[in-house]
């Protein structure tokens, strides 16, 4: 198994539930925290791999 693809593939479909949760944002400032937060996580992982 391919965990590098994998991997690539869950970090792509983290970032398209995140611009949604990102499209939300503007009425909870909690919701901008998680998504950010998000983010920085799924752009470290991208770096790692």
């Given at each position: 198994m391919d965990y590098k693809n994998v991997?690539?593939?869950q970090i792509k479909e983290?970032?398209?539930l995140n611009s949604r949760l990102v499209e939300s944002c503007e009425?909870?400032?909690k919701?901008?925290?998680v998504a950010r937060?998000?983010?920085e996580?799924?752009?470290t992982?991208?770096?790692l791999i």
């Open positions: 991997l690539e593939n983290l970032e398209k009425k909870e400032e919701v901008c925290e937060t998000i983010m996580i799924a752009k992982a991208k770096d």
